[in-house]
């Protein structure tokens, strides 16, 4: 059993989270609870829980506080995040920590429960990596090894060539990320697999690394088509496990002393690993690694604009609003056009798609009848961008989660695109609303949509614009709303600006029109047949 503590400062959230999950039957304990960050630090180093689930809000010390805390003695602490909707960015920072995961409050079964069953993967994963470092008898060959790769110290070099017999015209490290789902056997398997086909026929020596195996390789791999036939051998040896495989291989050196340098490049390119684009070895020389790609998180490619994510929001928004799968899957190659070229890494580019997905979905919940829906849909998909191995897996997880929540919204409407165009504009007056971005997301040209536009409603567009908000400021107004509020209501930041167009379409000012209609509704009708 793997051991949980679960810490809010709502106890009936503590005390439904213990209650409503039948924790055993997923391989889990609640050996405690925490109702403060501060309580929370104290349980830690008293229980050593495997997996902490901690809100990430809370009076005094912040789940994030007790999450950099934790880390500084426990780097490799497993923590699930709770949060309101309202917290995403707090959310997202905290899963920019390598968090394992986010859920959204108020907490559903089935998420919590599918996110216990892939760290319980994640958990046996890591046990089975300590059982096989710690029992198995290349252990020491590994350890000579890692003396090649890490150790500076001078003459470790020659001292290892000459205990490994390490007399080879070239050395070429290739490393191999693997991730698959638990199984105690399958990782020894795996490598005595790999060692058969390597270290006993004298082609390289098969070691252990942080998230997978690497080949000290006599063989060179210097070109694509090797890459791909290195790739596919190393497929059909692990075949018969369900694995996904990553793999990247540093520049061939002449000898053992450089031998770091080539892993090092390997290690910089399978930092990469989320841009990879096809299943093969990637090469050292392919594309930008390390510190570049570091540096382009932070800054971005020289020479690439920062992109604006509200925008991008924006247009996801009116996509998803009209329900058109065509209009989503154009904003999302957007999106990959823009957001990738900018960020770079793996971290960035997810958070900065969570972020557009947040701020349109956001938009959605608040003009939408669907809102449960949107919302479990929202959850999900933000979780499911943190767990996503390549940016294509990425890609098709994003299509295929809003083409459901279009469905769910009734979506895949037939209706000719002025009709979708008219109903938009209608259901979202205050919107910062121009022809050339709905030209856009409908795929049209705006000069042509406009005269479309024109006929099919007898309006320049910026006029019919104009009425509707004017009618829906009617409406506000007659509500009882002041003027300054129904102007930013109806997409006028200026209020003398909204105030000469009301005047203009209306006939008199917003003031005037408010006062008549609250002198017209405050008339009392005649009395019948009072006696005077």
Do not use: C
């Amino acid at each position: 059993m793997y051991k949980v503590l679960l810490v809010d400062d709502e106890p009936s959230i503590r005390e439904g989270l213990t209650t409503i999950i039948e924790w055993e039957k997923y391989g889990f304990q609640v050996i405690g609870t925490a109702a403060s960050g501060r309580e929370a630090l104290s349980r830690f180093e008293e229980l050593e829980p495997d997996l902490t689930i901690i809100d990430i809000r809370m009076p005094g010390m912040t789940g994030l506080e007790v999450i950099k805390e934790v880390r500084r003695n426990h780097p490799s602490s497993h923590f699930l995040i709770l949060s309101g909707y309202a917290d995403f960015d707090y959310a997202k920072k905290a899963i920019s920590y390598g968090v394992d995961g986010y859920l959204l409050k108020p907490v559903d079964e089935e998420e919590i429960i599918g996110e216990l069953e892939r760290l319980a993967t994640v958990l046996t994963q890591e046990r089975e990596t300590l059982a096989r470092l710690a029992g198995e008898d290349t252990a020491y060959r590994e350890h000579q090894i890692e003396a090649l790769l890490f150790d500076s110290l001078e003459g470790a070099g020659s001292m290892e060539e000459d205990s490994l017999g390490l007399h080879w015209p070239h050395y070429q490290i290739v490393l191999i990320e693997i991730h698959a789902a638990p199984d105690l056997q399958r990782g020894s398997g795996m490598k005595r697999k790999l060692i058969e086909a390597f270290d006993h026929k004298d082609r390289g020596i098969v070691f252990s690394f942080h998230s997978g195996l690497g080949l000290l390789s006599k063989e060179m791999t210097t070109s694509e088509s090797s890459a791909r036939n290195l790739y596919d051998e190393l497929e059909g040896l692990l075949g018969e496990w369900d694995i996904h495989m990553y793999g990247a291989a540093g520049e061939p050196v002449h000898s053992t002393a450089e031998i770091a340098q080539s892993y090092t490049q390997a290690n910089n390119v399978l930092g990469e690993r989320f841009l990879f684009t096809e299943r093969r070895i990637i090469l050292w020389n392919e594309g930008e690694t390390g510190e570049v790609a570091s540096e382009a998180g932070v800054e971005g490619v020289a020479g690439t604009p920062e992109p604006d994510e509200a925008e991008l929001a924006d247009k996801l928004y009116y996509a998803l609003d009209i329900r058109s799968s065509d209009s989503v899957m154009r904003v999302l190659g957007e999106m990959e056009d823009r957001l990738v070229p900018y960020h770079r890494t793996e971290q960035a580019i997810k958070s900065a798609f969570s972020q557009v997905f947040s701020l349109a979905i956001n938009k959605l919940v608040a003009t939408n009848q669907h809102t449960q829906s949107i919302m479990q849909e929202h959850s999900v998909l933000i979780n499911e961008v943190y767990h996503q191995f390549t940016l294509s897996d990425l890609k098709v997880m994003t299509a295929e989660h809003l083409n459901r929540l279009i469905q769910r919204m009734g979506g895949g409407s037939k209706d000719t695109v002025l009709k979708q165009m008219i109903e938009f504009i209608q259901r979202n007056p205050g919107e910062n609303l121009k022809l050339e971005v709905l030209a856009e997301v409908f795929n049209y040209n705006s000069s042509y949509l406009g005269k479309l536009f024109k006929n099919h409603t007898g309006e320049y567009f910026n006029v019919f614009l104009d009425k509707v908000r004017m009618d829906k400021a009617k409406e506000l107004l007659d509500e009882g709303l002041k003027v300054h509020q129904v102007s930013a209501r109806v997409g006028y930041a200026n209020v003398d600006y909204f105030h000469g167009k009301f005047k203009k379409y209306v006939g008199e000012s917003p003031s005037a029109y408010k006062q008549a209609r609250f002198l017209s509704q405050s008339k009392e009708p005649a009395g019948n047949g009072e006696e005077e």
